[in-house]
């Protein structure tokens, strides 16, 4: 079975860069898109962008170029890296597993909370 | 971007009840749309992908279906346990976009 384990800071200072890791276990990376989706105090969610099974990534522009998606085949987990943070990018963070003709997001991490603020 | 309207935002039914939940794009994403649930403190999971499929383990009283750019679930004699928030996403194409959610109260 597909587990998801996502890591981050939790505190992050405005301007800074939020570094965040999903942990893949149950299934290699390299068979699948993965994405990160967020989730913002009023509950709203946004899909951040995915990196696929080749490696090439595609992102949301609503980050106007902030973001960039890795990962390491080698520890099998994904990151993500969004530059020059600031409060509106406080929430929760998911990886999701991307599969299926449709692109179905399944399982997902249980997310990680990271808050900006000074 | 495709925009993607959820209503409603909440609805409050009882146990046996039918309730509809609705999404509304303005762009015909065909079968490109699926469905989450999401209960307090926990990650949304996967209910219905492709439009109408259902995802495994899923029980039979939810159902989905797409007609142009509206798509719905229905969930058919509600129980206690489907106290939830309700996602749609398009992923017709990028960036995939969510709906707003419904909260489901029963």
């Known amino acids: 079975q597909v587990h998801l384990d996502e890591a981050g800071p939790g505190l992050v200072k405005p301007s800074e860069i939020l570094s965040l890791t999903c942990t893949v276990s149950?299934?290699?990376?390299?068979?699948?898109?993965w994405s990160w989706i967020r989730q913002s105090p009023e509950k709203t969610l946004e899909w951040i962008g995915y990196i696929d099974d080749t490696g090439s990534t595609k992102y949301n522009p609503s980050l106007k170029g902030r973001g960039s998606i890795s990962r390491d085949t080698s520890k099998n987990h994904i990151s993500l890296f969004l530059k020059d943070v600031r409060e509106g990018d406080t929430g929760v963070y998911y990886c999701?597993?991307?599969?299926?003709?449709?692109?179905?997001?399944?399982?997902w991490g249980q997310g990680t909370l990271v808050t900006v603020s000074s | 971007d495709i925009q993607v309207t959820q209503t409603p935002t909440s609805l409050s039914a009882s146990v046996g009840d039918e309730v509809t939940i609705t999404c509304r794009t303005n762009f015909n994403p065909r079968n490109f749309l699926n469905w989450y649930q999401q209960k307090p403190g926990k990650a949304p999971s996967l209910l219905i992908f492709?439009?109408?499929t259902l995802q495994t383990g899923v029980p039979l009283r939810f159902s989905a279906s797409t007609s142009g750019t509206q798509s719905s679930l229905t969930i058919d004699n509600l129980q206690p346990e489907d106290s939830a928030t309700y996602f749609c996403?398009?992923?017709?194409?990028?960036?995939?976009?969510f709906g707003q959610g419904t909260r489901v109260e029963v």
């Open positions: 492709g439009a109408s």
């Open positions: 149950g299934d290699s990376i390299n068979n699948y898109y």
């Open positions: 996403q398009q992923t017709y194409s990028t960036p995939w976009t």
């Open positions: 999701s597993r991307v599969g299926g003709r449709v692109w179905w997001s399944d399982p």
